[in-house]
């Protein structure tokens, strides 16, 4: 009876916020759920039928529930996920309270994205039927913590699963450990491409240490940051050998979404579809918000690709850089949600990823922050006072068949999108 009092409450929360567009109502029916019964997840899964796919890491996760949702819809499947940035256990709580009837959970396939922190605090609620694994990378360490600690508690956590298929990231050894020693079903995912393999270390790289033995980690290659081929030369683990690693179509530019991409190929062909069907629902496939979407403004394109540390903003600067951005619009702040600490930006291989002759327009809270580095990376910039003035900045001198693009964190990337679309996300 409680958690059908718990539904009815959380659907008028969540239609009140979107009739007076204070946002689409993502945590605060699963705050106040999880407060009046806290085995509210657990109870709505364990009386349904639906299947549920975790997926976690540092960079990727709202792209790849993206292409998951996408391939499964498009093969008949319900299926409801957790919206972006409400990846805590409110947020899981809230999607199911939107996808449930007065009586039980309705859907095929719930995939939740967590953070760092909310997914072991989930796996001790929950047993799910699939795990994604794409990353671990140093991201708002006020928050996380280093790799080696939050590594740690994921293993501890994923050991007391019994019958979880594990898919998992074989090029970083944080999440191949994973699947180390483990009675649960693995599958690996990897990148096997020469003319993307590097022989020097990035200098924003995050894990160069064994998580078995705590040994320097020997790398044959690089693709990108700590991501690559590698062993461990004094206990013997090592980069797994079986690895899905080609697709026949790529919906999305750069290497760090062809992770992605791997990933939900590898749980879809997992859970049962063929090729054909999986490239047929990719090519329908739509950007999930601020992840290389793009926005008409003004009569003008605008693509967003979301930079919340130093290896996300890297690869944002090389896929613009390859896709000859003529200007860029980088937004920095520190609020809650990025993380308080920017010295991250520090880590940033501007000097080596752009060319010299790129317009750089900077906004945000710490747009001084940026400017500064900027400035000693040897780029002229344009510091603005608000995110709307940036925007029209970065437009007034753009032919109208080039792109602004605009490289923001977190939260810089929902104020933009309020001021491109006139509506908030959360």
Request: proline letters at 3%; glycine letters at 6%; one cysteine or more.
């Amino acid at each position: 009876m409680i958690n059908i009092l718990i539904i009815l409450i959380g659907k008028l929360l969540s239609k009140f916020s979107k009739i007076f567009n204070l946002g689409n109502g993502s945590t605060w029916p699963g705050h106040i759920a999880l407060k009046l019964n806290p085995n509210f997840i657990s109870d709505s899964i364990r009386n349904s039928k639906t299947k549920v796919i975790l997926v976690v890491g540092t960079n990727g996760k709202t792209t790849t529930s993206k292409l998951l949702q996408t391939i499964l819809e498009h093969n008949q499947k319900k299926v409801f996920l957790n919206t972006s940035g409400a990846n805590l256990l409110n947020g899981a709580a809230s999607s199911i309270i939107l996808n449930s009837s007065f009586v039980k959970l309705d859907a095929d396939f719930a995939i939740f994205e967590l953070d760092e922190n909310a997914f072991p605090k989930f796996l001790e609620k929950v047993e799910p039927d699939y795990i994604v694994g794409l990353n671990l990378f140093r991201d708002q360490l006020d928050r996380y913590g280093e790799i080696d600690t939050i590594s740690k508690r994921w293993k501890k956590s994923v050991s007391k699963l019994i019958k979880t298929k594990l898919i998992l990231n074989a090029d970083d050894a944080q999440i191949a450990f994973l699947g180390k020693n483990t009675k649960l079903d693995s599958f690996y995912f990897g990148l096997n491409e020469k003319n993307l393999e590097k022989s020097t270390m990035q200098h924003a790289s995050d894990s160069i240490l064994c998580p078995n033995c705590g040994a320097a980690l020997n790398f044959k290659a690089y693709y990108f940051s700590h991501l690559g081929i590698w062993r461990c030369d004094k206990c013997g683990f090592k980069r797994p050998n079986k690895i899905f690693s080609e697709f026949t179509y790529l919906p999305l530019r750069g290497t760090y979404a062809k992770y992605d991409v791997l990933a939900a190929v590898l749980l879809a062909k997992i859970i049962g579809f063929n090729d054909s069907k999986i490239e047929s629902a990719l090519k329908k496939f739509q950007p999930a918000f601020g992840r290389q979407e793009v926005i008409n403004y003004n009569g003008k394109q605008v693509e967003l690709f979301l930079s919340k540390n130093p290896i996300s903003l890297n690869e944002s600067l090389s896929t613009a850089q390859g896709l000859k951005a003529k200007t860029l619009l980088i937004i920095l702040n520190d609020n809650i949600p990025d993380g308080l600490d920017v010295s991250w930006i520090w880590d940033v291989d501007f000097e080596q990823i752009l060319s010299k002759n790129i317009n750089i327009v900077v906004s945000g809270i710490r747009a001084y922050d940026m400017a500064i580095r900027l400035k000693y990376a040897g780029f002229y910039v344009h510091i603005t006072d608000t995110i709307e003035n940036a925007i029209d900045v970065g437009l007034k001198d753009l032919e109208n068949n080039e792109k602004l693009f605009i490289l923001p964190n977190y939260s810089a990337m929902l104020e933009v999108r309020k001021i491109l679309t006139g509506k908030k996300i959360l």
